[in-house]
C-alpha cells in the first residue's frame, strides 16, 4: 500500500511535470523541430491564411525539363485564369495523397481556404512509390502533423521511432517481395507474365530494343523495365493509397471544401509503343477504378490520364514531369473544372504569349547564335529522347544517309517549324 | 522489441505489474513467457533457435553431471560447444568465411565456387550461446551443478532484459534469483527506475544525437577535412559508449524492477589508464567470460612471458571476431592485443607500476589510453578495411579540405555534460549515486533527464550498435 502511494505520487508529479514541460517546448523548441523534421507544417501554416484554392501536389507542378526556361507551375498557370483568386500550392517530390490528408488535417477552420485540388499521380499507386524510402521521412512529417497530440508527445514518439521508419534495405524488400508475389489478375489469361519480377526480367532478357548498328539499346531496355515497374499493378479497396482519398473526401465534405481530384497525364503513348497494350490497359483500368468509386459524390473527378502525349514529357525514367505547353493544357482543363466552385472569378487567358514566350525566351537566348550553334545544342535533347532518337535512326536508314545528317535535318527541321 | 520504443515502454510496466501479482510459484511461467514474446517480436521463427539451444545444453548439462568418466563428460561438453558454435557459424561467420576463402585463392588463381547463405543474423546470438556455454563449461568443470529445473534453465538463456546485448550472466549468479521468491520492494523500483531512465536518456540523447554527425564523416570521409575527421572519430568513442553502457544500464534498470540483479557491464572505461584496466571497465561480462573461458585454459598468465603475449593476442583477436563477421573487428581486436602488449612492456621497461599516484602522470596515461582506443575504434565502426585505412589516412592529410561539418553547441554542452557525470560516477552507479542526493537536486535532475529525452533525443533509426552481435 506505501509502496503504492508513493508511485502514485509520483505519477501525479510526472504528470504535471509534463504539462508544464509541454508548455515550454511549444513556445521554445517545437516550431525548430517542425521545420527541421515536418517542414510541410511550416508551409502549411504560411500559406493557409492568404489562399483561396489549395493545389496539393508531387513534383509534377514544378518539376521544369532542361528545354524549358521557365518555371511557371501549374497552378501558377492555373491562377492565370482566376487572378482574383488566391491559388496557392503545396507541393514536394514523392507526396501521395497521404500526406495530402495530413496537410489539409492541419488546415486551421478559419482559414479561407474553400478549394482543394488533388492530384492523383497514378504511379503513386505502385508498389515502388508506396515503399519509397521517402516514406520514413513522410511517416516522421505525418507522426508531427498529428492534429490531436500534444507536440511535447508527438516529439517524444518521434524520437521513439514510433512511425513508419524502415530502412533503404528494408523498403526494398518490401517493393522486391510486392513486385514477386502481387500477381496482375485481370490481365489476359494468355499472358506470360504474371508479376512485375517476371516482366521485368523477360524484357532484361529479350534483346528487343536495339541500337541502329544491330546493338542492344541498354537504355531503352532499362526505361521499358523501368515502365513496367512504375505502372503494372491493380488496386482494390484496400489499397493504401484509395484509403487515403476515401479519408480526403470525407475530410472535404466535414470541412464543406470544394474538391477536384484531377488525374495526371501519363505518358501511355510511349508505354504503348515500347511494352505493349497491356500497360495502358491497366492504367486505365486504375483510372477506372478511380472514375466509379468516386463518381456518385459529389465533386469533380477530372480524368488527365492521356490528355497529353510524348512530346510534353521528359523522362529518364517514367515520371510525371511536363513541359511548359503541357502544364498550360492541364492548367486549362483544371480552369474549366474550378469554374464549377468559382465562376465568377474566371477570366479567359490567352496562354500563346506563355507559350511564344517560352520558346521566344528559347530563341531569345540564342538569337545571337547561328543556325548551326542551335543546331547543336538541339542534337542532345533529340538524344536524350531514346524514342525520337531510335526514330531518327530509322529515318537516317531509309533515307540512306548519316545518323549525324539526319539528326541535323530533324534539330532543323524543329527550329524552322518554331 | 527495442528498449527506445513504445512497444517496450509499454510492455515493461505490464511484465512488472503482473509479475507481482502472480503467484511467486509460477513467476519463472510468466517470465519465460514475456522473455519469448520479447524476442518473438523481432522475427518468431528465431525463437527455435534459442528452443534448440536451451534442449541441448540443459539435456547436456544434466548427462554431464551424472557421467561417471571425463571422457563421457567431454561428449557432452563437445556436443554443447558444437551445437552453440555450430549455430553461431552458420549464421554469423558462413559468408565471411567463404569471403576469405576466395580472397586467398583468388591470390593464386584458383576458381572457388562460393556458396551463398542469404539469412538474417538472429539479435543476439552472439550473447546468448556465450552464457549457455558458460554454464555448459562450468559444469564439466564441476563448479556448478547441473540445473534440473528445465523451466529456470530456460528462463536463464531467455531473460529478456540481458538477452540480446549482455550482460553475460553466469548461471550461478543469476540462475539462483529466479528461485528465490522476490518481494515487491520500493527500492528496486525506484532504483530500477532511475536507472532506465538515465540509460535513455544516455542512449536517446547522447549516442542517437551523436550518430548524426559520425554518420556522415564514415560516409564519405574524403570530402571532409582533418578536423573533422579528427571530430567524427573522436565521437564515436562517445557514441558507441553512450550507446552501449546506455542499453546495459536500461538491462540492469528492467532487471532490478523485478528484482533481479545483475552485473555490471560498464565503470567509467575511458578513465582507464591502459589497455588491461579498460577491459576491466568496458563490457565487463565479456572480458571475463574470455579470461575464465579462453585467457585461462590457454595457460593464463603462469606461462612463460612470451606465451603470455601470445595468449593475450589470441583473446583479443577472438573477442574481435566475437564481435562480428568482418576483418575490421579482427583487427580492431588485434590491435588491442598490440597496445596491451606494447604498454606492458614499456610500463616495465620505464619502471612505471601499476598503482602510480602522480596525478599529472596518471592524467597522461588516461589521455594516452583514450587516444588509443579511439585508433582502434575505427576499424570497428568502418565497413571495410579500405575505409578505415582512408580515414586514418584522410586524418592526416585533408588539410586543405574545406567543409561545413560543425557540432551544434547543443550537443557539445550534451557531450560535456555526460563526460562530467561519467567522472562524477567513478566507480559508482548512477542509482545508488543519486539516492544520497537530497531530494530538490534529485527530482531537478530527473526532470532534466526526463525533458531530455522526450525533447531533444535524437531522430533516426538507431538501433542499439551492439544488437548487431
Known amino acids: 500500500m506505501e509502496i503504492l502511494k508513493k508511485i502514485i505520487i509520483r505519477i501525479l508529479a510526472l504528470s504535471l511535470f509534463l504539462c508544464i514541460a509541454n508548455f515550454l517546448y511549444t513556445n521554445t523548441q517545437w516550431k525548430e523541430d517542425t521545420l527541421q523534421h515536418a517542414d510541410l507544417l511550416d508551409s502549411i501554416a504560411v500559406k493557409q491564411n492568404n489562399t483561396d484554392v489549395l493545389y496539393l501536389s508531387s513534383s509534377s507542378n514544378y518539376f521544369r525539363p532542361p528545354t524549358d526556361t521557365t518555371t511557371t507551375t501549374i497552378s501558377q498557370y492555373l491562377n492565370l485564369n482566376y487572378p482574383s483568386l488566391r491559388i496557392n500550392s503545396i507541393h514536394k517530390g514523392y507526396m501521395h495523397s497521404g500526406i495530402f490528408y495530413s496537410i489539409l488535417e492541419n488546415i486551421p477552420v478559419a482559414s479561407p481556404i474553400r478549394t482543394i485540388i488533388v492530384s492523383v499521380n497514378l504511379r503513386s499507386f505502385g508498389a515502388f512509390w508506396v515503399y519509397s524510402d521517402v516514406e520514413s521521412n513522410y511517416s516522421a512529417q505525418q507522426l508531427l502533423m498529428q492534429p490531436n497530440y500534444p507536440p511535447l508527445l508527438k516529439r517524444f514518439l518521434l524520437s521513439l521511432n514510433y512511425f513508419d521508419n524502415k530502412s533503404k534495405k528494408e523498403r526494398e524488400s518490401q517493393f522486391l517481395t510486392s513486385w514477386s508475389t502481387d500477381t496482375l489478375k485481370s490481365l489476359r489469361s494468355d499472358f506470360p507474365y504474371k508479376t512485375v519480377i517476371d516482366w521485368d526480367h523477360a524484357i532484361a532478357k529479350s534483346n528487343k530494343y536495339k541500337n541502329y548498328d544491330g546493338s542492344i539499346n541498354y537504355k531503352a531496355t532499362a526505361f521499358a523495365c523501368n515502365i513496367v515497374k512504375a505502372f503494372a499493378f491493380e488496386i482494390n479497396d484496400n489499397h493504401p493509397r484509395v484509403k487515403d482519398l476515401d479519408k480526403i473526401v470525407e475530410l472535404s465534405k466535414k470541412r464543406d471544401w470544394n474538391l477536384i481530384f484531377h488525374i495526371l497525364p501519363e505518358d501511355i503513348e510511349k508505354a504503348d509503343k515500347m511494352i505493349g497494350p497491356e500497360i495502358p490497359f491497366l492504367l486505365n483500368q486504375t483510372k477506372n477504378f478511380l472514375i466509379q468509386r468516386y463518381s456518385g459524390e459529389n465533386f469533380d473527378f477530372i480524368n488527365n490520364l492521356v490528355l497529353l ?89 531509309q533515307n540512306n544517309i548519316s545518323i549525324e545528317k539526319q539528326l541535323y535535318q530533324e534539330a532543323q527541321w524543329l527550329i524552322e517549324k518554331k | 522489441m527495442l528498449f527506445n520504443s513504445v512497444h517496450f515502454l509499454l510492455f515493461l510496466p505490464i511484465v512488472v505489474i503482473l509479475y507481482y501479482l502472480i503467484n511467486p510459484k509460477y513467476r519463472w511461467v510468466f517470465l519465460l513467457i514475456a522473455s519469448y514474446y520479447f524476442y518473438m517480436s523481432w522475427k518468431a521463427e528465431y525463437a527455435l533457435i534459442i528452443i534448440g539451444s536451451t534442449i541441448i545444453d540443459y539435456w547436456a548439462g544434466l548427462r554431464m553431471d551424472r557421467a561417471i568418466s571425463q571422457k563421457r563428460k567431454r561428449k557432452y561438453l563437445f556436443l554443447s560447444l558444437a551445437s552453440n558454435l555450430g549455430v553461431l557459424f552458420f549464421f554469423k561467420y558462413f559468408n565471411f568465411f567463404n569471403d576469405s576463402i576466395q580472397t586467398i585463392l583468388d591470390q593464386f588463381s584458383i576458381f572457388y565456387n562460393k556458396p551463398e547463405l542469404n539469412v538474417l543474423l538472429p539479435v543476439g546470438i552472439s550473447f546468448y550461446t556465450f552464457q549457455t556455454l558458460s554454464y555448459s563449461i562450468e559444469v564439466y568443470s564441476g563448479k556448478q551443478k547441473a540445473e534440473k529445473h528445465f523451466g529456470i534453465f530456460a528462463l536463464y538463456v531467455s531473460f529478456f532484459p540481458q538477452l540480446v546485448a549482455g550482460p553475460i550472466e553466469r548461471f550461478a549468479r543469476l540462475g539462483r534469483q529466479f528461485k528465490v521468491k522476490q518481494h515487491l520492494k520500493w527500492n528496486n523500483i525506484a532504483n530500477g527506475t532511475r536507472l532506465i531512465i538515465y540509460g535513455l536518456f544516455i542512449k536517446m540523447v547522447i549516442a542517437d544525437n551523436i550518430a548524426l554527425y559520425v554518420d556522415q564523416i564514415y560516409l564519405k570521409p574524403e570530402t571532409f577535412s582533418s578536423w573533422s575527421i579528427f571530430q567524427g572519430v573522436f565521437l564515436y568513442s ?83 571476431l566475437w564481435h562480428g563477421a568482418n576483418w575490421t573487428f579482427v583487427i580492431w581486436g588485434a590491435l588491442h592485443g598490440l597496445f596491451y602488449m606494447i604498454q606492458n612492456i614499456s610500463a616495465k621497461l620505464l619502471g612505471i607500476t601499476q ?15 583514450f587516444v588509443l582506443v579511439t585508433i582502434a575504434w575505427i576499424f570497428f565502426r568502418s565497413e571495410s578495411l579500405d575505409k578505415a585505412l582512408l580515414i586514418l ?61 522526450i525533447a531533444l533525443a535524437g531522430v533516426n533509426n538507431n538501433p542499439f550498435i551492439y544488437f548487431q552481435f
Open chain 1, 309 to 397: 502525349d510524348a512530346s510534353h514529357f521528359y523522362e529518364k525514367y517514367p515520371t510525371e514531369h511536363y513541359n511548359a505547353s503541357g502544364k498550360i493544357k492541364i492548367a486549362k482543363k483544371l480552369a474549366e473544372s474550378l469554374k464549377k466552385y468559382h465562376s465568377s472569378a474566371f477570366k479567359v487567358y490567352d496562354f500563346h504569349e506563355e507559350l511564344s514566350t517560352e520558346f521566344k525566351q528559347d530563341n531569345d537566348s540564342l538569337k545571337n547564335i547561328s543556325l548551326n550553334e542551335q543546331i547543336s545544342k538541339l542534337i542532345p535533347v533529340i538524344k536524350n529522347d531514346s524514342v525520337w532518337y531510335n526514330n531518327v535512326i530509322k529515318k537516317a536508314n
Open chain 2, 238 to 320: 562517445f557514441q558507441i559508449y553512450a550507446d552501449f553502457y546506455g542499453y546495459s544500464i536500461i538491462a540492469i534498470g528492467s532487471a532490478r524492477l523485478l528484482g533481479i540483479d545483475l552485473m555490471d557491464n560498464f565503470r567509467t572505461p575511458y578513465l582507464s589508464k591502459n589497455i588491461g584496466e579498460f577491459w576491466k571497465r568496458w563490457h565487463i561480462s565479456l572480458s571475463t567470460w574470455f579470461r575464465d573461458y579462453l585467457f585461462i585454459p590457454l595457460g593464463g598468465s603462469r606461462v612463460k612471458v612470451s606465451r603470455l603475449y601470445l595468449n593475450i593476442f589470441i583473446v583479443f583477436t577472438v573477442s574481435g
Open chain 2, 355 to 369: 598503482n602510480e599516484t602522480w596525478p599529472v602522470l596518471n592524467f597522461l596515461k588516461i589521455i594516452f589510453n
Open chain 2, 393 to 453: 589516412k584522410s586524418l592526416f592529410t585533408n588539410f586543405n579540405i574545406s567543409d561545413t561539418f560543425h557540432i551544434p553547441f547543443t550537443i557539445l554542452f550534451l557531450l560535456i555534460g555526460f563526460i562530467i557525470s561519467d567522472i562524477l560516477l567513478y566507480n559508482k552507479r548512477f542509482d545508488s549515486w543519486i539516492s544520497l542526493k537530497n531530494i530538490y537536486i534529485r527530482w531537478g535532475i530527473y526532470f532534466i533527464l526526463i525533458y531530455s529525452i
